[in-house]
């Protein structure tokens, strides 16, 4: 503290007592004692205060207070204070260590990490892969409007629609087409959020070359595997009867080969659309024909009911879409056993989506199994499926039939009662039905 006194008259009035009784004295011997102990008192007490007053100033202007000598209280309070004070200059130069650290690592990440106001949607702060992944620039782009500064990517739509933290987002790097993005919004907090831009390219081309080699495989094993398949077809069992077993069991596998390789096909060629051609799927005539497929794939073994509750077509693909039906279908007659039921209903919820779905009273599916249904090749019983001769694709084609119109396959089972697997398309994908529309 600055107060505090290395003057003689500093040292002097710390001690009252003495002021006061060296006063009492001076006055006694000039003969008026009160007068001068009163003035020395007067003295005290204003002292006290210009120190009080100097203390608030350098209190209130921030100053740093010094270590005082003496034995006072004011020496004290100097120290509490000094102390206190030392005390919150190290927590906050350890805060700005910390945030130096955070700031030092969040800079050096490989992805680009942005914070955004989340009312705004202006820039607070970016890293230096923010630079060369979506072309930001320091300072300008500090406070800038993403949205405006990232097109022609649909950022603002995006953005809009993102308030589930999952948001992802797969596009071009709008400093280089070449680069793959895949974004992600995080909201942190009530007030920011976090766009982290991680570069896909690698793994975008490692997909491509595994899509390619599978499609090159399938078709290449396809010419192959007809001519093994003809030349069986050739033999005739009756003829050879101790080969007769072989033979039948060779024509299964074989048969069973040359699905596996069009199933493969199939998912190469979904795979690589973005996008269908729409036309008007009738599906009336469709829902006949599944009805159709599953009597004739149960071979009366089941009761199979069509409900046609929606009175609309759908959009799209009717080849794709044929197939992915019967997937379902023909998994709901395999998975079901003698004299059970098969419904297929396709009708509207309220919110104008349209939903097929194909329920059976089989063997169902365990709960855990749900998630992993539509991967390739996972089957729930391999003993059963390959008994019925399935090989895990059929539901990983329609999971991407579905995508191609915008539509998601919900499933819900219970082992021992059946399944339901429904296919939801948005109500953009409803066309009113011709017959319906001339009647109208
Ligand atoms: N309706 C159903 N009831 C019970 N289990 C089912 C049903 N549908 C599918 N599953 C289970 O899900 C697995 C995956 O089905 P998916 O259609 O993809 O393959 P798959 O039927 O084994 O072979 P395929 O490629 O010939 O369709 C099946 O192996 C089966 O275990
Ligand atoms: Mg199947």
């Known amino acids: 503290m600055s107060v505090p006194a290395n003057s003689r008259w500093n040292r002097l009035l710390a001690r009252p007592a003495l002021v006061l009784g060296a006063a009492a004295l001076i006055g006694f011997l000039l003969g008026h004692p009160w007068p001068a102990v009163a003035i020395a008192a007067m003295a005290l007490v204003g002292w006290q205060q210009l120190r009080l007053r100097r203390l608030v100033q350098r209190l209130s202007s921030r100053q740093r207070i010094t270590l005082g000598s003496g034995n006072d209280a004011w020496a004290d309070l100097g120290q509490l204070l000094h102390r206190s004070q030392e005390e919150t200059r190290h927590r906050a130069q350890r805060l700005v260590e ?10 050096a990440l490989p992805d680009a990490v942005v914070v955004l106001e989340r009312d705004t949607q202006r820039v607070q702060w970016f890293n230096e892969a923010a630079g060369h992944l979506l072309g930001l620039h320091y300072p300008e782009d500090t406070q800038a409007l993403l949205a405006e500064r990232l097109r022609p990517l649909p950022v603002a739509h995006w953005m809009a629609n993102a308030r589930n933290p999952e948001a992802l987002l797969d596009v071009p790097s709008p400093v280089n087409p070449a680069v793959r993005l895949s974004l992600r919004l995080i909201p942190y ?9 991680r570069d896909v390219t690698k793994l975008m081309h490692l997909e491509h070359i595994r899509r390619d080699f599978v499609a090159n495989v399938s078709h290449e094993l396809r010419t192959p595997l007809t001519v093994i398949h003809g030349y069986l077809e050739m033999l005739d069992p009756a003829e050879q009867p101790d080969w007769a077993p072989i033979l039948v069991e060779m024509r299964r596998q074989s ?12 998912l190469s060629r979904l795979e690589s659309q973005d996008s269908i051609n729409d036309e008007v799927v009738a599906m009336d005539s469709t829902l006949a024909t599944l009805r159709r497929e599953a009597e004739a794939l149960g071979k009366g073994r089941h009761v199979v009911t069509v409900e ?18 019967s997937n379902l279908v023909s998994n709901a007659v395999r998975y079901t056993p003698e004299g059970g039921s098969i419904a297929i209903v396709f009708e509207l919820d309220q919110d104008g989506e349209a939903m097929l779905s194909v329920r059976d009273s089989g063997y169902g599916i365990p709960e ?9 090749f996972y089957r729930v019983s391999t003993s059963r499926s390959r008994e019925s001769g399935g090989t895990g694709l ?3 084609i329609v999971k991407h039939v579905l995508q191609l119109h915008q539509a998601r396959l919900e499933v819900t089972s219970e082992v021992g009662q059946g399944s339901t697997f429904t296919c939801r398309f948005p109500a953009g994908r409803c066309v009113a039905r011709a017959a319906e529309e001339d009647a109208q």
């Open 308 to 325: 046609d509750r929606a009175g609309v077509d759908l959009l799209g693909s009717p080849r794709e879409l044929h197939s992915a039906f």
């Open 255 to 266: 048969q069973r080969m040359t699905q596996l390789v069009e199933d493969l096909l199939t």
């Open 394 to 396: 059929g539901l990983a």
């Open 368 to 376: 855990s199994h749900l998630p992993r249904l539509t991967e390739r």
């Open 98 to 107: 910390m945030l130096r650290a955070y700031r030092a690592a969040a800079a």
């Open 189 to 197: 907090s009530d007030q920011f959020w976090l766009l982290v831009a």
